[in-house]
């Protein structure tokens, strides 16, 4: 800072990008939010394979990128591996009778050691592979897009801004693709499974075909998730996964907290609204002075706290007796 407290350029330089890297972390993460919305929301059912899919989908696809597939393609089977885990999870808890909890536990646990297969390692770098994010900067410079550009007296890499815009584009396309599904025969059948399985056996819905096909749909959500952020963040880990459910329950209520859960695609809507602002949050809470190693406990306690004071609050109210009552 200078004299008087005042600013510099310099020190103000970070704030601008620091909110383009949240916000292109925040729809990196919206098929997570998706995907957790699938199974705790549509199912009503906390589906612990997340974090080994997500960690799937990234070891996926920093795999098959270091062989030189393209990175299309490689996103796009990062994300049948999560589909296929989500189906394991899914067979396990409606053939073998095993509770979805504990199906999820079983998957994930087996998936650690699938993971350190596919990589060969604990850590895989993609700093000589194409990815979709250098994909993206090249197209940004055939079009003219500078290697430098200035917004609000800041310096901006336009690499930086086409990731955003290619994370945006992509998020917003999975929300309105989830938004036109749930409202198909297929979606309100996977819907009706979910809230009423007696009412859906009786109208001739295959609840555990559903089941299974949305367990799929969810894991393959967060596994493209998982893809999406080893190429934004130039590798794959086998630690990447862990803590991936409390991070999309974070932002899934968040989101629905901002934005309600009415009408459906509203609902939907507040999983990407809900990634993005908990992105800027935690970008702010850094810079506030956060160390990053308490990340994950601010998270969980956001969850409990988003969980428990409802609840104390219509307690509260139900609690007072209104005068002459």
Same mark, same amino acid.
């Given at each position: 800072?200078?004299?008087?407290?005042?600013?510099?350029?310099?020190?103000?330089?970070?704030?601008?990008?620091?909110?383009?890297?949240?916000?292109?972390?925040?729809?990196?993460?919206?098929?997570?939010?998706?995907?957790?919305?699938?199974?705790?929301?549509?199912?009503?059912?906390?589906?612990?394979? #997340?974090?080994?899919?997500?960690?799937?989908?990234?070891?996926?696809?920093?795999?098959?990128?270091?062989?030189?597939?393209?990175?299309?393609?490689?996103?796009?089977?990062?994300?049948?591996?999560?589909?296929?885990? /989500?189906?394991?999870?899914?067979?396990?808890?409606?053939?073998?009778?095993?509770?979805?909890?504990?199906?999820?536990?079983?998957?994930?646990?087996?998936?650690?050691?699938?993971?350190?297969?596919?990589?060969?390692?604990?850590?895989?770098?993609?700093?000589?592979?194409?990815?979709?994010?250098?994909?993206?900067?090249?197209?940004?410079?055939?079009?003219?897009?500078?290697?430098?550009?200035?917004?609000?007296?800041?310096?901006?890499?336009?690499?930086?801004?086409?990731?955003? /815009?290619?994370?945006?584009?992509?998020?917003?396309?999975?929300?309105?693709?989830?938004?036109?599904?749930?409202?198909?025969?297929?979606?309100?059948?996977?819907?009706?499974?979910?809230?009423?399985?007696?009412?859906?056996?009786?109208?001739?819905?295959?609840?555990?075909?559903?089941?299974?096909?949305?367990?799929?749909?969810?894991?393959?959500?967060?596994?493209?998730?998982?893809?999406?952020?080893?190429?934004?963040?130039?590798?794959?880990?086998?630690?990447?996964?862990?803590?991936?459910?409390?991070?999309?329950?974070?932002?899934?209520?968040?989101?629905?907290?901002?934005?309600? &859960?009415?009408?459906?695609?509203?609902?939907?809507?507040?999983?990407?609204?809900?990634?993005?602002?908990?992105?800027?949050? #935690?970008? /702010?809470?850094?810079?506030? /002075?956060?160390?990053?190693?308490?990340? &994950?406990?601010?998270?969980?306690?956001?969850?409990?706290?988003?969980?428990?004071?409802?609840?104390?609050?219509?307690?509260?109210?139900?609690?007072?007796?209104?005068?002459?009552?």
């Amino acid at each position: 800072r200078q004299r008087h407290g005042r600013r510099s350029p310099r020190s103000a330089e970070p704030i601008v990008n620091l909110l383009i890297g949240a916000a292109t972390l925040g729809f990196l993460l919206t098929p997570l939010a998706l995907g957790v919305f699938i199974s705790y929301r549509i199912y009503h059912t906390l589906d612990l394979t #997340v974090d080994g899919s997500f960690g799937l989908g990234a070891a996926t696809v920093a795999a098959l990128l270091v062989i030189h597939v393209p990175p299309l393609v490689a996103t796009a089977l990062g994300m049948l591996a999560g589909v296929m885990a /989500g189906f394991l999870t899914g067979a396990i808890h409606t053939r073998l009778r095993v509770g979805t909890s504990l199906a999820g536990v079983l998957t994930s646990t087996a998936l650690y050691s699938v993971i350190l297969f596919i990589m060969g390692s604990g850590n895989l770098s993609l700093a000589s592979s194409d990815t979709l994010v250098t994909v993206a900067e090249g197209l940004g410079h055939r079009f003219g897009l500078p290697e430098n550009l200035t917004i609000l007296g800041t310096t901006v890499r336009g690499g930086s801004l086409t990731e955003l /815009g290619l994370m945006a584009l992509l998020a917003s396309a999975l929300v309105l693709g989830l938004t036109v599904l749930m409202r198909t025969d297929l979606g309100l059948a996977m819907r009706a499974a979910g809230n009423n399985p007696q009412m859906a056996n009786a109208v001739a819905v295959d609840v555990n075909y559903m089941i299974v096909l949305g367990l799929g749909l969810s894991n393959g959500l967060t596994a493209l998730a998982g893809a999406l952020f080893a190429q934004s963040q130039g590798y794959a880990s086998i630690q990447m996964g862990i803590g991936m459910v409390v991070t999309g329950l974070a932002t899934l209520m968040i989101g629905e907290a901002l934005l309600g &859960k009415r009408p459906l695609g509203r609902w939907i809507c507040a999983g990407m609204a809900g990634a993005v602002v908990f992105r800027l949050l #935690v970008a /702010g809470a850094i810079r506030a /002075g956060l160390h990053p190693n308490a990340l &994950k406990l601010v998270t969980a306690l956001m969850v409990l706290t988003v969980l428990v004071v409802p609840h104390l609050v219509r307690g509260a109210r139900g609690g007072r007796q209104p005068e002459g009552g």
